[in-house]
């Protein structure tokens, strides 16, 4: 008899279900008990071994399946997230140093140094955010510096030293043993002492004298030569008497500690012993 899609009679009935690689699948079941088990009130469903088999292999199709999915999606994100290098120096705070550029950089060089990072981390976000961050905050800078410049003292220093004057000047001076400078600063600091306790009406004539000898002395123990003390000597002592002449009349306000008629002819003679000290210590 047929009931519902079961074919069945008095003893079995076949049960088919769908299997995708063997179509449809009969398994019988017993409708009747079964004469050897009388103490059963049911019959005992006894399902055929094929059926069973064909169930557990479309479960292990569709399980299957659903792993390969899983798979092709997380390998997609691996390779995404791999493709995207991520910036080394994306932590560094200092932009200079983020973009791998001086602080002397022309602004081609910044927005070179920009561009080649953006294209090699244009992947990466966060990466690209610290590019940017970094690029802006040095144009600011630069921009800022055009409008406020300021004055570099080293910068200025260290031209001054390289003019071709101050290397003309300083070759023509070298530094003496210790020894040498600390008795030639002892000589002409006795002299400035004795200037100012002791200033005389005429002025300091004796001083100034003295510290001529000395300078004569101090060049010729050092260079050796006479002639050569005596043209450096007296031209050094010239020189610097004019300088502090000129220093006293148009530079250096007058000093209320040193007071009396001669007290001009006093700072004069401090300025000359100082150059004169310069010159029989260190000119060459």
């Not at 399902?47 to 199709?61: A, D």
């Not at 009349?249 to 007058?254: F, H, K």
């Amino acid at each position: 008899m047929s009931v519902s899609g079961l074919t069945g009679s008095p003893s079995r009935c076949c049960l088919r279900l769908p299997d995708r690689s063997r179509g449809l699948v009969c398994g019988q079941v017993s409708a009747i008990p079964s004469a050897g088990k009388p103490k059963e009130k049911f019959g005992i469903l006894h399902l055929e071994s094929g059926w069973i088999v064909s169930m557990k292999r479309w479960k292990t199709q569709k399980t299957h399946l659903i792993k390969c999915a899983m798979d092709a999606s997380y390998g997609d994100m691996a390779s995404e997230s791999a493709g995207s290098a991520i910036f080394p120096r994306i932590n560094i705070r200092d932009p200079y140093k983020r973009l791998g550029i001086s602080r002397e950089a022309s602004e081609d060089e910044i927005q070179a140094a920009r561009n080649f990072l953006i294209s090699k981390y244009g992947g990466h976000k966060p990466s690209v955010d610290a590019i940017e961050a970094a690029h802006d905050k040095i144009i600011m800078q630069k921009f800022y510096e055009r409008k406020n410049p300021k004055i570099d003292i080293k910068k200025k220093v260290r031209e001054v030293k390289q003019s071709r004057v101050v290397q003309a000047v300083t070759s023509r001076f070298r530094t003496p043993a210790t020894k040498f400078i600390v008795k030639t600063s002892i000589a002409f600091l006795v002299l400035g002492v004795l200037t100012v306790l002791f200033p005389t009406e005429e002025g300091p004539t004796l001083q100034v004298a003295i510290s001529l000898i000395a300078t004569f002395f101090f060049i010729h123990d050092r260079l050796k030569s006479k002639i050569r003390a005596l043209l450096y000597g007296a031209g050094t002592f010239i020189f610097s008497w004019l300088v502090g002449t000129f220093l006293m009349v148009s530079v250096i306000p007058p000093i209320p500690i040193l007071k009396g008629p001669r007290s001009f002819e006093v700072l004069t003679s401090l300025i000359t012993y100082v150059l004169l000290w310069v010159s029989s210590t260190y000119l060459k």
